[in-house]
């Protein structure tokens, strides 16, 4: 998929996707921050991988939403993710953090990324690409 081309098909997967992403959201474990994310990544093959934010009672064992759909991923056996939804609450949907664009950087030059933010009279829904999140990215 073509970041930002715009078709039937390409819509339907986001579409599929943002709901994956919001299913895996109410998973979240946030008793800390309350703050909860989902998050779904589809594969060049066809899968989809979900996850969701995990906290911990020592704030750096934290793991994103994102993270967790990547490391979903890679357990599978797969390493080319086409696209990501990330679901959060909100109107303004938020945006993945510096260590998970690093990481899904690592696996695809750019993909679209779908940001949602779901609140009391609906959804907030904005498309963006990784390559806009992460431009310059570390390369090694
Ligand atoms: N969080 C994510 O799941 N994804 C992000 O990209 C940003 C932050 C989580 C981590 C933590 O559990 C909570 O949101 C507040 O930072």
């Given at each position: 998929?073509?970041?930002?081309?715009?078709?039937?098909?390409?819509?339907?997967?986001?579409?599929?996707?943002v709901?994956?992403?919001?299913?895996?959201?109410?998973?979240?474990?946030?008793?800390?921050s309350?703050?909860?994310?989902g998050a779904?990544?589809?594969?060049?093959?066809?899968?989809?991988?979900?996850?969701?934010?995990?906290?911990?009672?020592?704030?750096?064992a934290?793991?994103?939403?994102?993270?967790?759909?990547i490391?979903?991923?890679?357990?599978?056996?797969?390493k080319?993710?086409?696209?990501?939804?990330?679901?959060t609450g909100?109107?303004?949907?938020?945006?993945?953090c510096?260590?998970?664009?690093?990481?899904?950087?690592?696996?695809?030059k750019?993909?679209?990324?779908?940001?949602?933010?779901?609140?009391?009279?609906?959804?907030?829904?904005?498309?963006?690409?990784?390559s806009?999140?992460?431009?310059?990215?570390?390369?090694?």
């Open positions: 998929m073509k970041p930002r081309k715009s078709s039937a098909k390409n819509d339907a997967i986001l579409d599929y996707i709901e994956a992403a919001k299913r895996a959201r109410k998973n979240a474990y946030a008793p800390y309350s703050y909860k994310v779904a990544i589809a594969t060049k093959s066809g899968n989809v991988y979900v996850g969701c934010n995990f906290e911990n009672a020592s704030y750096g934290c793991i994103c939403a994102e993270r967790n759909a490391g979903q991923m890679i357990a599978a056996g797969e080319q993710p086409i696209a990501c939804a990330v679901v909100g109107r303004k949907p938020g945006t993945p510096g260590i998970c664009r690093q990481v899904m950087i690592e696996f695809t750019d993909m679209p990324i779908v940001l949602v933010g779901e609140h009391k009279s609906g959804e907030t829904r904005r498309t963006t690409t990784l806009e999140l992460i431009p310059d990215a570390f390369e090694f």
